[in-house]
């Protein structure tokens, strides 16, 4: 590809770029995300490819491989286009009945279709998939159209528009307001207005400027900024640009988790063409405006996500955040005012630019503009992301969109915003989910992880696991972060254990306050988030452990006890072979039974038991 | 030349200075743990917490690291301030009873109970110890190692140092293991200012006399609680610690 | 485990610039190359960079990708994320340790695997997740680890990448 020097040039390889597309040709998108890839996504690609290079159909149908389309319970997924036919669960067996079924008068695969679990029928089109119906996809759109490695597919879709039209026809301070008029809020946890952070690192006299792309998405449960990074890394990079050009920065860094390889991959790639194209680098497009943008990966530390410690790390030191103020704006990387932004919030600039802010801000709630991508997981029937727009209620997302919780079992709670969120219980379920309604609820948006439980789910085991990781986290300089975590997980092990007293739930309350109070930086400031929301939604159950010496969801495992039920066992005898501890008595043919003291609870036997022979209490 | 308020006083500062050294020019006395006026500002213990009023939404920051900036309004000693304080105080003495520095803190500043199990633990990562070596000492022969609940202050490797000169600076600056607690059962937590449970007082010594008022001794344990004493009070029960009874 | 030779130490320092901010990716080479972070070759780069070899024995023992001991051939990482803890997670993990006769995560005597639980590589669709080597195993379940383990136990060379 060869550099282009002006504005012209990039429309005229524009048009070149469409004009080797031809839209009545048959393309298949194929969801090679990591998720996919993992339930198989590359051996249907392989597949795919050398099908038609048998039946000589390369002229007639291209294969891509896609980003994540987001609908990851279903995966691998594809799309066939231009129709917009959605297949889902394909194996890489099925590539002859697809082909066949484009060939001859493009009939549907019927067993690939999406099948309605509250209708049984099949649905033919994405758009009309629940999953994807009620979503509104700004961010995302393009996910399931473009291959990320070709940046011309990016011009093809409308990328790199929104560049030159700030370069020629906007001035900085313009490009600020119609950030701060869209509404545009941080999507990297706390929320805080983009266009405010925008203007006060404008603002600043000190000089050089810089600017980071947070991409060290830890927390658990949360993949939304990976399945971006690795489908649409372009859109990042464009939004990159233009706050260079807002805040007068000529360089920029994009600081990713060391446990995303595949965003990675595709982010270097991504940069190395916009290089080569000359959108990267100096003098752009013939503006006189000079960007570079470093690659740098992360090296394991959740930690490294709040922006002072990802600084740190970026100069090279441990992950221990620094006091604010001063604010990176002030004083960011090497003391040098600096404007960090999550992935969502970068991607997210462009659209702003070439829709006008007040589209954007028509989406949404009144101090809650545009959309979310969420990431639904946990024990929902629609496992993946989801992009919507701010005010939907978790009802609408648990029930329209996620298919309801499987199995038939109740919804308990949903965890919203990762480690540093809260439980949201059931009796919430009409909650519209933005900034503020979450926040009163004692929760926090956070980076959109949302994690839905049941009643299998015990809430006092969930607030000891989120502990038990944030302990694991903390960078341990300050105190109350440090010994605070620690000392929350060790009471709620002994309430899990059966050893813990009502006098231990006002303790964790007041420790909870003061960590959240004291500590220095917003790890520790939200860590006793779900010990507060649990104690204030499940107190009933706390209560239980702690009265009763009793496990309501069955989990605990100091609490529960199993047992074989003579009257349902077969003598199958497949539990004695997955039990590592000998504690199943019984030869073939004869009812077994567990020995209390050996059993650990490990729930290996609870697995095999075909006639559900096994009771917990 | 920055104007704020402290506890509604208000004063002018030279541009640089902290919060906690202008509350002290003031006279009004902030407890500090991690802090040393020969050394950088480290903003670890939290124990210097004060509230600010405006600006930042009526948070909690540390004063050793708060810049005095104009129009800012503090108070140290407001109730979210004290409550913060006990609490921390008592999370302290749980983690390293054996501190006189610790202890004498926890009496000043009204902590009565200890809920906590008692660690003895030697650190309390404060890092005066790595800032002396590294920045008076000039050595650096210390610091701090991993992370989270493994983060200790150790030499490379464990190993021995080339650079220590041992000229004893550490030992000098550490809060923990400077000043022991002498009372007469130091392992109980809450030495109460050098008084323990079992006080130095007319019900064990003839002639003492208890010239401390309150005795909080007294008025927390009695005479002759025994009861209040934990497992690990006798070095002999150290095994025992970790749970409370 | 290969030998760390000076040689191939002082290829990986001249490929970055002198500066405070090379250290993380230089030892996120060295690290990837030897499958740990040698004790000599922090001293090698703490001289090198002129950084206090305190500081980089923080960073070396600060950040969860680094390893101050060598792993084993295998490496299996159970993910231990929400969504993945929420199905079951934990469960999988202690299969793993009860069959390799492992009291906690770390690296069997025999040196051929090394268990560690990470926070979350983001692939929740398919909880329980683990990775062994560069390979992603989805919906995992106790009864699947047995004959997980099996396809790795003598093979000398890792799996090639999925993909």
Known sequence: ?617 | MPRLKINGVEVEVEPGTTVLEAARFLGMPIPTLCHDDGLTPYGACRLCVVEVANGNRGKLLAACTLPAEDGLEIETHSARVERARQLLLELYVATSPQSKTIQDLASRYGVRQARFAPEFEDCIQCGKCVRICQEQMMAGAIGFAYRGPRRKVMSPFRAQSEICRHCGACLYICPVCELRCHGAQPETTLCSGCLNFAPACLAYHDHAMCFLDPCVACELAGPLRQDLLWPGANPRDRESKGDRP | MSETTTVELEKVLQHWPTRADSLIPILQQIQEQYHYLPEHALRTVARHLDVPLIEVFHVATFYNCFSLEPVGDHLIQVCLGTACHVRGAPRVLDRILRELRLAEAGTTPDGQFTVRAVRCIGCCGLAPVLRVDAHTHPHMTQGKVRGMLKKYQKSAPALVEQG
Request: aromatic share 6%; proline share 5%; glycine share 12%.
């Open chain 1, 1 to 617: 590809m060869t550099r282009l020097e002006s504005l012209q040039d990039l429309e005229t390889f524009r048009q070149a770029c469409l004009a080797s597309r031809d839209s009545r040709r048959t393309c298949v998108t194929v969801c090679a995300g990591s998720g996919c890839t993992a339930a198989g996504a590359q051996d249907v690609l392989r597949s795919l490819r050398r099908n038609i290079e048998q039946r000589g159909l390369n002229g007639q149908i291209e294969v891509k491989s896609t980003g994540c389309h987001g609908f990851c319970e279903r995966g691998p997924v594809m799309l066939i286009w231009p129709e917009g036919t959605f297949y889902n669960k394909v194996a890489a067996s099925d590539a002859k009945d697809i082909l066949s079924g484009l060939v001859n008068g493009r009939r549907p695969v019927e067993r690939l279709l999406y099948k309605d679990p509250r209708t049984g029928e099949r649905v033919v089109r994405e758009d009309d998939v629940p999953f994807y119906r009620y979503q509104h996809r700004v961010l995302f759109r393009n996910n399931g159209r473009i291959d990320p490695k070709a940046i011309e597919d990016y011009l093809s879709v409308g990328g790199y528009l929104a560049l030159p039209k700030v370069l020629v026809g906007m001035t900085p301070e313009e490009v600020v307001d119609w950030v701060k008029r869209s509404g545009l809020r941080g999507r990297g946890g706390a929320g805080f207005p983009t266009g405010v952070k925008w203007e006060a690192c404008r603002k600043n006299p000190a000089r050089p400027k810089y600017i980071i792309c947070n991409a060290d998405e830890g927390d658990p449960g949360a993949f939304m900024d990976r399945s971006l990074l690795e489908g649409n890394p372009h859109s990042v990079l464009e939004g990159m640009l233009i706050g260079a050009f807002a805040m007068g920065a000529s360089e920029g860094y994009i600081y990713v988790r060391a446990e995303y390889p595949l965003a990675v991959e595709h982010l270097r790639v991504a940069i190395q063409q916009a290089e080569e194209l000359g959108l990267l680098g100096e003098n752009i497009l013939g503006s006189g405006m000079s960007f570079r943008i470093h690659l740098v990966q992360g090296a394991g530390a959740f930690v490294c996500g709040e922006e002072t410690a990802l600084i740190a790390s970026l100069e090279g030191r441990v992950g221990e955040p620094l006091p604010r103020p001063p604010y990176p704006v002030q004083k960011g990387l090497w003391g040098k005012p600096t404007v960090i932004n999550n992935v969502k919030t970068w991607a997210s600039v462009p659209v702003i630019i070439n829709r006008g802010p007040e589209w954007y801000a028509a989406i949404g709630t009144e101090r809650s503009k545009g959309t979310m991508v969420f990431s639904l997981v946990g024990k929902i029937n629609n496992t993946g992301l989801v992009e919507v727009p701010m005010g939907i209620t978790l009802r609408r997302m648990i029930y329209e969109i996620g298919g309801g919780i499987p199995k038939g079992k109740k919804l308990k709670g949903v965890q919203i915003g990762g480690p540093s969120g809260g439980c949201i219980p059931a009796s919430l379920v009409e909650l519209p989910i933005d900034y503020e309604e979450l926040t009163k609820a004692g929760s926090m948006m956070g980076s959109g992880g949302m994690v839905v439980m049941d009643d299998d789910t015990c809430m006092v085991d969930v607030a000891r696991y989120f502990m038990e990781f944030l302990e694991e986290e903390s960078c341990g300089k300050c105190f109350p972060c440090r010994k605070g975590t620690q000392r929350l997980k060790q009471i709620l092990t002994r309430i899990c254990r059966g050893q813990g007293t009502e006098d231990d739930l006002l303790l964790l309350e007041e420790l909870s306050w003061t960590i959240k109070e004291t500590s220095l930086c917003g790890l520790g400031q939200t860590a006793p988030n779900p010990v507060l929301t649990t104690l204030r939604y499940f107190r009933d159950e706390y209560l239980a452990h702690v009265r009763d010496r009793r496990c309501p969801a069955k989990v605990c495992k100091e609490l529960i006890t199993y047992r074989i039920e003579p009257t349902l066992c077969d003598g199958c005898h497949a539990c004695v072979q997955v039990c590592t501890t000998e504690a199943i008595l019984g030869e073939k043919k004869s009812v077994h039974s567990i020995d209390d003291a050996k059993c650990i609870r490990c729930g290996a036997c609870l697995e095999v038991c075909q006639p559900k022979a096994i009771e917990v209490s």
